[in-house]
């Protein structure tokens, strides 16, 4: 998976079959919109990957974001009734 993938919420499972791996997207909306290209491929070369110093993560997706793939690793272990 490319640096790339992370930045648009993209679900997937790798070449080797271990399970899904789920990304969180947290670049800003208008970051996003402003992107050139149509694709999401043409915009993820635009947009700054989690690794530039240009990188801003919308805050306001991040805590729920991280939330939401804790509860889905939680429901995946089967943790009777844990709670984030």
Known sequence: ????????GVVGVPANGDGPVVYV?????????AAPG??????????????SPSFAP???VVVPGGRTLVSA???RLACG????
């Open 58 to 60: 919308d805050l306001s």
């Open 73 to 75: 690793a939680l429901s």
């Open 1 to 8: 998976m490319t640096e790339g993938v992370a930045r648009t």
């Open 38 to 51: 149509e694709e999401p491929a043409q915009k993820i070369d635009a947009v700054p990957g989690n690794h």
């Open 25 to 33: 997207t947290s670049t800003p909306a208008g970051v996003w919109e």
């Open 81 to 84: 009734g844990a709670t984030v």
